[in-house]
């Protein structure tokens, strides 16, 4: 079965409001998970490394003020996209590592939040 | 740039056909290596993967992959494909640094199994 959970599965939402997307560790706590972009036909895009209980590091070029992500816990990640707008529509997915050591780690992905900005 | 790319975007082929699905990657040092499928509406799945030892990995399904070190390669193979394997297919590099990683994907390469 799943062993993340990414709700909602789907929005839409206005031009300039906020949407909050949650990404749940349902078996394990995550100390670090991750946030993805996927654009129709294209890989998914790293945003973002999630750390839990202190700042986010986000790759070149993705807005930190924009996508604002909160790893408050070892079990719940979540992505913020402030002020959205048509541009940030696309797929947004998110995942979580399992084991030790750090060479030994493997991904699992949610299953994912598509995001439509009228 | 540092990337991984997937020659084929997309691929037909009927059942029983022969799949080899290219990968390759431009980092350098230790890299982990993973092939992942995304069958319609589903997540993501990890399909095999590669860390260390034996260059020739076997992951579900009857899917295979080999580690080439010289060619930069990661090809994905399987001798008889089923309909069933209709689906997306990523591969993936995961770079540690620091005590951190992260995974760079490929990508994709869109499968289709006429059956």
């Known amino acids: 079965g799943a062993v993340v959970s990414q709700h909602p599965s789907r929005v839409i939402c206005k031009s300039g409001t906020s949407v909050k997307i949650e990404c749940r560790s349902l078996?394990?706590?995550?100390?670090?998970m991750f946030w993805y972009r996927q654009f129709p036909k294209q890989s998914l895009m790293l945003m973002a490394t999630?750390?839990?209980?202190?700042?986010?590091?986000?790759e070149q070029g993705v807005e930190k003020d924009k996508f604002l992500i909160n790893h408050a816990s070892l079990t719940l990640s979540t992505l913020t996209v402030t002020s959205a707008h048509p541009e940030d529509s696309s797929f947004y997915i998110c995942?979580?590592?399992?084991?030790?050591?750090?060479?030994?780690?493997?991904?699992?992905f949610g299953a994912g939040t598509r995001l439509s900005v009228l | 740039a540092q990337s991984v790319s997937q020659h084929n975007h997309h691929v037909i082929l009927s059942e029983a056909a022969s799949l080899e699905l290219g990968c390759n990657y431009s980092?350098?040092?230790?890299?982990?290596l993973f092939w992942y499928v995304q069958y319609p509406g589903q997540h993501l799945q990890l399909l095999l993967k590669?860390?260390?030892?034996?260059?020739l990995v076997k992951g579900i399904k009857g899917f295979e992959a080999e580690f080439i070190k010289s060619k930069f390669s990661f090809n994905l193979r399987k001798p008889s494909v089923q309909w069933s394997d209709t689906a997306e297919y990523f591969c993936?590099?995961?770079?540690?640094?620091?005590?951190?990683?992260?995974?760079?994907f490929g990508t994709g390469t869109r499968l289709k199994v006429l059956a």
């Open positions: 078996d394990f706590q995550a100390t670090t």
């Open positions: 980092y350098g040092g230790t890299v982990n």
């Open positions: 995942s979580r590592g399992q084991g030790a050591p750090i060479a030994k780690n493997i991904q699992y």
């Open positions: 999630s750390n839990e209980g202190s700042k986010a590091t986000y």
């Open positions: 590669y860390f260390s030892g034996d260059p």
């Open positions: 993936a590099v995961k770079r540690t640094t620091s005590g951190t990683y992260k995974y760079i």
